[in-house]
């Protein structure tokens, strides 16, 4: 059974992860080196939480040149 406290802070963690990926957007207009530390900030966060919490932890990673290629080659197809 679960505390109340720890639904407290599931809830906390699920809105501060909602709220920055509003963030990420308007960041996107900083530096990249503003925007890599906020990230950063953000991931460190969210891993402290869920070491404290307990569970399971899946990291996604975007292969960047696969994906600029891919979108690449669609626009290309398109055109």
Do not use: H
């Not at 501060?16 to 990230?39: E, Y």
């Not at 399971?56 to 626009?75: G, H």
């Amino acid at each position: 059974m679960t505390t109340p406290l720890r639904n407290r802070i599931t809830r906390l963690i699920a809105a501060f992860a909602i709220a920055s990926t509003i963030a990420l957007p308007r960041a996107a207009l900083a530096a990249d080196g503003q925007l890599d530390k906020m990230r950063a900030k953000i991931a460190a966060f969210i891993t402290d939480k869920m070491e404290k919490l307990g569970g399971s932890r899946i990291i996604y990673k975007v292969d960047r040149d696969a994906l600029r290629e891919a979108v690449t080659t669609d626009l290309r197809d398109d055109v």
